[in-house]
Structure formats: C-alpha cells, structure tokens
C-alpha cells in the first residue's frame, strides 16, 4: 500500500487521439485542396502537399509518442519506488529508505537525484526548474515522516 505518491507528466494541451483527428482532417483539406490545383494543371501543388503533410505527420507522431511521458514516484513501506516511462518504455527503480540520498541543485537544467548504493535516477524532468527544489523538499519531508514512524 502507497503511503504517499507523486506522478510527474508533460503538461500537454492535445491528446494523442484529438491530435490524430485534427492530422486527418488536415490531410483531408490539404489533399483536396491540392487535387482542385493538380486538376488545373499545378501538379506541383500536389508533390508540395505530400511533402508538407509528411514532414507535419512525423513531428505530431513524435510528439504524440511522448504526450503520455510521465514519472511515479511512491513510498511504499521502507522503499520508494520510482517508474519511469518514456514512450513505449518503462523503468522502475526501488531505492530503501534506510540510504538514499536526494540531491536537488540549484541550476536551473539541473534534474533531482535519487541515490542509493550503486544505483541512481534522475526524476524532475516535467516539473519547471523553480518548482524541482520544492519537490525535493516535500519528498524529504515524507521520508523523514516515515523515519520517524
């Protein structure tokens, strides 16, 4: 059972699916568009178009890949687990109480460390810079309940 739970993600202003609506009925305009000026004899219009809609489809497929991104970090017991997902992958990491250690930076690309032994991970990355050391801050507050308890 989850004593206490964060979920970090991009702060995105289209879903994956509305963004797929809005690419076909783009296409859709842009080809007829371009088939009106092909049938009059501009069938470059038509090679341009293509091209377009190409270039515009693989940058909404990147950005839709990523628009689910997000990081899970969550006390469970004497351990904090950190899930971290980024496009079809999926890391999880468990770190004990008992020796982690939290750096949080103050520069402003600088990410939060979570350590522990040999293994660390860097969670932060959706959160803007200012809002990184308050996080941080919260997070050690939790662990230290904890220790306490």
Same mark, same amino acid.
């Given at each position: 059972?989850?004593?206490?739970?964060?979920?970090?993600?991009?702060?995105?202003?289209?879903?994956?699916?509305?963004?797929?609506?809005?690419?076909?009925?783009?296409?859709?305009? *842009?080809?007829?568009?371009?088939?009106?000026?092909?049938? $009059?004899? +501009?069938?470059?219009?038509?090679?341009? *178009?293509?091209?377009?809609?190409?270039?515009?489809?693989? +940058?909404?497929?990147?950005?839709?890949?990523?628009?689910?991104?997000?990081?899970?970090?969550?006390?469970? $017991?004497?351990?904090?687990?950190?899930?971290?997902?980024? +496009?079809?992958? *999926?890391?999880?990491?468990?770190?004990?109480?008992?020796?982690?250690?939290?750096?949080? *930076? $103050?520069?402003?690309?600088?990410?939060?460390?979570?350590?522990?032994?040999?293994?660390?991970?860097?969670?932060?990355?959706?959160?803007?810079?200012?809002?990184?050391?308050?996080?941080?801050?919260?997070?050690?507050?939790?662990?230290?309940?904890?220790?306490?308890?």
């Amino acid at each position: 059972m989850a004593q206490q739970e964060w979920t970090l993600k991009r702060n995105c202003s289209i879903s994956p699916r509305q963004l797929a609506r809005f690419y076909a009925s783009l296409c859709f305009v *842009s080809l007829l568009l371009a088939g009106i000026f092909t049938l $009059g004899g +501009a069938w470059l219009v038509l090679v341009f *178009s293509v091209v377009e809609l190409s270039a515009v489809g693989a +940058a909404f497929l990147y950005y839709a890949r990523h628009a689910c991104d997000r990081e899970n970090i969550w006390l469970s $017991g004497n351990c904090v687990v950190v899930e971290l997902i980024e +496009a079809d992958r *999926s890391r999880q990491f468990s770190f004990e109480i008992s020796t982690l250690l939290i750096e949080a *930076s $103050g520069l402003p690309s600088a990410l939060i460390r979570i350590r522990s032994g040999g293994t660390q991970v860097e969670v932060g990355r959706y959160l803007p810079y200012y809002k990184r050391r308050e996080f941080a801050s919260e997070l050690r507050q939790s662990l230290a309940r904890i220790a306490c308890s």
